[in-house]
């Protein structure tokens, strides 16, 4: 099909929310997977500022948060809040023990180039 049709097709689906605050909504790794599934489908292109503070994300759900990013999913993000996520803990803590932990995904996102417009990262 033509690729501006394909374009307004996506318009057509995005949401207009650019603003979306889940801090300390107690969402997961499967919230997190969801969001980024919503992120890839095109759904969020307005979307400028996001807050997914105080969440347990943990290394899998930074991966799915990642990869929606370099996907295109929010090309005008400008504002990310992800402090108090245990972003790179594979299992969190346990017994009181640090577990073990993964910094690959954090990495993937640090390092893309699909944030252009990003002003404030909140780690």
Do not use: C, I
Not at 36 to 64: C, F, I, P, V
Not at 111 to 117: G, N, Q, Y
Request: aromatic letters at 4%.
């Amino acid at each position: 099909s033509d690729p501006q049709q394909q374009q307004e097709k996506e318009e057509e689906k995005a949401l207009p929310l650019e603003s979306l605050n889940l801090g300390r909504t107690m969402a997961r790794v499967g919230g997190v997977q969801a969001l980024g599934e919503a992120m890839k489908g095109k759904r969020l292109t307005s979307l400028k500022d996001l807050d997914l503070h105080g969440n347990d994300l943990r290394s899998e759900g930074t991966r799915h948060l990642a990869s929606a990013v370099n996907a295109g999913g929010v090309p005008h993000l400008r504002v990310l809040v992800l402090r108090e996520t245990w972003l790179t803990y594979v299992n969190g803590f346990e017994g009181g023990k640090k577990g073990e932990r993964d910094f690959a995904p954090l990495s993937e996102l640090l390092l893309t180039s699909s944030l252009k417009e990003l002003e404030e990262l909140d780690l």
